[in-house]
């Protein structure tokens, strides 16, 4: 799934970016309790992990699961957050909405054996310079239709 995007840059011209989305899952588990989304460093391509769902697999135990999140804040530190405390007997998932992260992001099972699956989606968002869109291609396809114009009704004169 992808879909053409319009930005306003700080500089107030119209630039046009693409972004595609990928689906994202990784299981945690007591023999792998992290995974580290990491992607390739590109100058013209910023890379994010939606987390959508977290939720426990077939299998898992009667105990609390719990799953940290370890990324960037504002300030370009690294901070872990717990982001979900899954029970099978209470709260066996957890929905997150759209929780976006810029990568690299770890995912850790901070507690408990799992399996706890992780889902979301890769985002990569490309400069659509490389692509060769430019906006007047898109002028190209769009025709509008002339419309009649609208005349008033004649009124009836009384003899």
């Known amino acids: ?13 119209d630039s046009r970016s693409r972004l595609e989305s990928y689906v994202f899952s990784c299981e945690l588990s007591s023999k792998i309790p992290f ?9 013209d391509v910023e890379h994010f ?7 426990l697999g077939d299998g898992a135990k009667q105990e609390n699961n719990v799953v940290e999140v370890t990324a ?20 066996p998932m957890v929905s997150l909405g759209e929780f976006e992260l810029m990568t690299p992001v770890t995912l850790r099972l901070k507690s408990g054996s799992g399996p706890v699956t992780v889902s979301g989606l ?15 291609d898109d002028d190209d396809d769009v025709s509008e239709e002339e419309m009649p114009s609208v005349k008033p009704a004649k009124k009836k004169q009384r003899a």
């Open 49 to 55: 992990l939606e987390l959508r769902t977290i939720c």
């Open 35 to 43: 995974y580290t989304f990491q992607a390739d460093e590109d100058e």
């Open 72 to 91: 960037m804040n504002h300030q370009g530190k690294k901070i872990s957050v717990p982001v979900a405390n899954l029970n099978i007997s209470c709260l």
């Open 122 to 136: 890769h985002l990569v968002a490309t400069e659509n310079d490389e692509f060769g869109i430019s906006d007047e």
């Open 1 to 13: 799934m992808s879909f053409v995007e319009d930005e306003v840059s700080d500089s107030g011209v």
